[in-house]
Structure formats: structure tokens, C-alpha cells
């Protein structure tokens, strides 16, 4: 996992320059999914995130997972992001399904991989956030849990956003008004609502040749029931507290980060209940970028009673 030699600063420069996407209050949690540093002509490449160009989906919950808007087959998700056509699908809990309609009417799957496009650029999404010298690319899709329909608003169902963001490089913000740091912190952040990061590693400099590519991935809670979600950071590695502009922190702040930048995720209290299924069960989801292997998004169902993953929360 990258450790913190990525460096920290303000939330500041997080909410004003992706205002328009991300809202702190929901809460979301959010990794580096690959970054790698391009350096002036001679150099070698640097990856400091080094990941393989897939996407594993994995459900291991009792309970149905649409992804996307619907309907099945269309539209094409993430444009731009893969290598192929990836449209809305869904996967089956460990159960019985009570729409065997959404598989086929008979096979299942529980799991699904994504080939990525080449990670070492920057992946042309479908929407772009202005102010910054280059472009900043992202686009987002729904994932909704224990529902027969996709976008389903039924009581017994709960969703997030899963949003993808990829850049060849950030400089300072124009609209920041801060230009010690770059505004390097354009994945939302990881789950604790009130910190973003920059590094050198992920910045360019103006009028060189150096170059550099980073995607992010981060899930956010969606709708009526978003703010049911936990963030579990700080129980994937833990939390780091930073003051008085250490680490690229603004001045006069306290900031805090996760040990580890790329995995993270969000956890729901007994989703059980909402979904009226009498299992008492949590319900987890992961994501993480592991060197040199699969990025992977992972639905866990968790006993309630096993508090591993919201200890303290």
C-alpha cells in the first residue's frame, strides 16, 4: 500500500476545486488508484502506484447489486475508461433471486472484470472540471444494493456513486487562490471528510517536459440513505494527524489522512434491517489498488456483531 510519503494539504483546495462533483456531506471514501511520474526527456518512469490495467468487481453478499443506470447492455459506462464496450449489469448476491429476469433467467454471475484502458494516460471520461491547466476528467455511475430494478427507490434498498477521476497532471488551481501546494486532492478524499493530499510526484511543472498520470477511484453515498454509509479508513491502516502546515497542510490547520492512500472504504450498519432480510449483517465495500495485481471493488456482508470494521465510529 503507499504510505505517506504523499504529503497532505487543506480541504481548502479539495472542495473548491471539485465543488461541482463532490459534497462532504455524504460520506465517501476514495484511493490512488495508479500514479506515475514521466520525467524529462532521458528519464525513466517512475510508477509510485503500480497496479495491473483491471477492474475486479466481486460480490460476496446475499443480496443483488445493479451497476449503472440501466437497463441491461446500455449505456456504455465510463467512456473512455475501458478497453471495450462495459455496459449496466448486474450481479447476483448469494441467494435465490427473486428476478431471475436480471440474469438471464437462469445464470449468474458474482463477479466481474474490467480491462482498463492504458493506465499511463490520462482516460478521456465523459466530463471536465475546468480551472486547472490540464485536464481533469471523471464521470460517475450508480451501484445500488438488494433492489430488482436499476436506480430502484424502494425502502428496502440503499446506493452509492461510483466515480472514476484522471488527469495528466495538476498544477496550482486557478480558482484556488492558494498557491503554495497543488491542488492534488481531486479523488474527494478517503472517508474522514475534512482532508486532501498533493505530492510532488503527482504535480507537473510549468515549461518542462515532466508529465504525470493519475487516476482516482472513490465511492460516495447516494440518495435519501447516503449519509447511513461509515467511512472504515481509519480501521484499513489507520488515521495520521497533521498541524501547522506540516506535510503541505495549510497553515494554522489540522489535517488528517490515511496511512495507506490507495484503499479505503465505506461500511452500512445492519443493512439487514433496511433490507427486512432478518441476517443481521453489515454490509462492507472495498476498494483498493495492490501492487503490481488486480484494482478490485469488493461487497462484503459482515455479522453485525463482528464491529471489526466500525470500531470507534
Known amino acids: 500500500m503507499l504510505n505517506r510519503k504523499i504529503l497532505l494539504c487543506s480541504l481548502v483546495l479539495l472542495l473548491t476545486a471539485f465543488s461541482n462533483v463532490a459534497f462532504a456531506i455524504a460520506p465517501y471514501a476514495s484511493i490512488v488508484a495508479y500514479n506515475e511520474l514521466i520525467p524529462s526527456t532521458g528519464g525513466n518512469n517512475t510508477p509510485n502506484v503500480s497496479t495491473l490495467g483491471v477492474l475486479d468487481i466481486i460480490n460476496m453478499t446475499p443480496w443483488d447489486i445493479s451497476i449503472g443506470k440501466g437497463p441491461v447492455n446500455t449505456p456504455k459506462m465510463l467512456n473512455g475508461m475501458t478497453t471495450g464496450s462495459w455496459n449496466?449489469?448486474?450481479?447476483?448476491?448469494?441467494?435465490?433471486?427473486?428476478?431471475?429476469?436480471?440474469?438471464?433467467?437462469?445464470?449468474?454471475?458474482?463477479?466481474?472484470?474490467?480491462?482498463?484502458?492504458?493506465?499511463?494516460?490520462?482516460?478521456?471520461?465523459?466530463?471536465?472540471?475546468?480551472?486547472?491547466?490540464?485536464?481533469?476528467?471523471?464521470?460517475?455511475?450508480?451501484?445500488?444494493?438488494?433492489?430488482?430494478?436499476?436506480?430502484?427507490?424502494?425502502?428496502?434498498?440503499?446506493a452509492l456513486n461510483f466515480t472514476a477521476t484522471s488527469t495528466e497532471g495538476f498544477d496550482v488551481s486557478y480558482n484556488s487562490g492558494i498557491n503554495n501546494f497543488p491542488a492534488t486532492a481531486l479523488s474527494f478524499g478517503d472517508g474522514t471528510n475534512n482532508y486532501g493530499w498533493q505530492s510532488n510526484d503527482t504535480m507537473i511543472y510549468s515549461g518542462?517536459?515532466?508529465?504525470?498520470?493519475?487516476?482516482?477511484?472513490?465511492?460516495?453515498?447516494?440518495?435519501?440513505?447516503?449519509?447511513?454509509?461509515?467511512?472504515?479508513?481509519?480501521?484499513?491502516?489507520?488515521?495520521?494527524?497533521?498541524?501547522?502546515?506540516?506535510d503541505g497542510s495549510a497553515p494554522n490547520t489540522t489535517v488528517k489522512g490515511?496511512?495507506?492512500?490507495?484503499?479505503?472504504?465505506?461500511?452500512?450498519?445492519?443493512?439487514?434491517?433496511?433490507?427486512?432480510?432478518?441476517?443481521?449483517?453489515?454490509?462492507?465495500?472495498?476498494?483498493?489498488?495492490c501492487g503490481f495485481s488486480d484494482m478490485q471493488l469488493i461487497f462484503m456482508a459482515v455479522p453485525t456483531s463482528n464491529d471489526g470494521f466500525l470500531k470507534g465510529l
Open 258 to 289: 490515511p496511512t495507506y492512500l490507495n484503499i479505503s472504504g465505506l461500511a452500512y450498519p445492519n443493512f439487514s434491517k433496511v433490507a427486512g432480510d432478518g441476517q443481521n449483517l453489515d454490509l462492507v465495500v472495498i476498494i483498493q489498488a
Open 208 to 246: 518542462s517536459s515532466w508529465k504525470n498520470t493519475t487516476h482516482f477511484f472513490t465511492l460516495q453515498g447516494l440518495g435519501t440513505t447516503a449519509n447511513g454509509w461509515k467511512p472504515i479508513a481509519s480501521n484499513l491502516g489507520g488515521i495520521n494527524t497533521h498541524n501547522n502546515g506540516m
Open 88 to 158: 449496466s449489469f448486474w450481479l447476483a448476491g448469494f441467494n435465490k433471486p427473486s428476478n431471475k429476469g436480471n440474469f438471464g433467467g437462469s445464470f449468474a454471475f458474482h463477479s466481474y472484470q474490467v480491462a482498463l484502458n492504458n493506465l499511463n494516460n490520462a482516460w478521456v471520461l465523459d466530463n471536465k472540471q475546468s480551472g486547472f491547466s490540464q485536464p481533469i476528467l471523471y464521470d460517475t455511475i450508480p451501484i445500488v444494493f438488494n433492489s430488482n430494478s436499476f436506480n430502484s427507490t424502494d425502502s428496502k434498498t440503499i
